[in-house]
């Protein structure tokens, strides 16, 4: 049995971001009783293109209760301190958008609705990769704090999810492009026209019994 549901106020934002950028429309899948069901079906003039789901990451508030240490200065003003544990929160979004996606056919994408201004699609990146590079003329530094990560929940996930579109909402829009699979590149070519870099990933694929 499917049944519809309500559109959030997020997806509203996605679905009307994407239609006016790139014309492609964000149709809303109904429910499946019992079995995960993807957010919705990109389409683009009637002829579908891929299956998406929405992950959200939010403003963490800067508290204790958040996990922040916060030093109060004699002038008044305040230090927010912890761990960075942006690419665990992405890593936790790829793992529960996969297990969403994971039965529909490729090509499958993750659009990652960002609202913290200290998560960055470079947390995406590290996510995935176990690293970031710092690089100059002269040396390469080599950060694997994300190591575990990368090789954690998602080691196999992450490259059966063929395109990560990322929407940074704070200080202004803007949407970025990054491809782990042949399919989610030539998907972001032929109907995002995106600017920037192609990102590798693990072009393993599954084949998935077709639910959609």
């Known amino acids: 049995m499917k049944r519809r549901t309500h559109t959030s106020p997020s997806e509203s934002f996605v679905q009307n971001l994407l239609n006016q950028r790139y014309s492609v429309q964000l149709r809303k899948l109904p429910v499946r009783h019992g079995k995960p ?20 990451l939010g ?22 301190e912890r761990l960075d544990n942006s ?27 960002n609202r913290d201004s200290t998560t960055y699609v470079s947390d995406l990146e590290d996510a995935c990769s176990g690293q970031h590079v710092y690089a100059s003329d002269h040396v ?18 992450f490259g059966r999810i063929d395109l990560y579109i990322w929407i940074d909402d704070h200080h202004g829009t803007e949407v970025l492009f ?9 998907l972001a070519q032929r109907h995002f026209n995106p600017e920037g870099h192609a990102w590798a990933g693990d072009d393993s694929g599954d084949d998935a019994e077709a639910s959609n």
């Open 87 to 113: 690419a665990s929160r992405v890593s936790d979004a790829i793992h529960e958008a996969y297990k969403q996606l994971k039965h529909y056919r490729h090509p499958r994408a993750l659009i990652v609705l």
């Open 59 to 80: 403003r963490v508030p800067r508290t204790e209760a958040h996990g922040w240490k916060i030093q109060h200065h004699a002038d008044g003003s305040q230090m927010a």
């Open 178 to 186: 990054r491809c782990a699979t042949q399919c989610g590149y030539d």
């Open 140 to 157: 390469h530094i080599v950060n694997t704090s994300a190591r575990k990560i990368a090789r954690g929940k998602i080691r196999n996930e």
């Open 37 to 56: 069901t993807p957010d919705f079906k990109a389409e683009v003039f009637g002829e579908p293109i891929c299956t998406c789901e929405l992950k959200a």
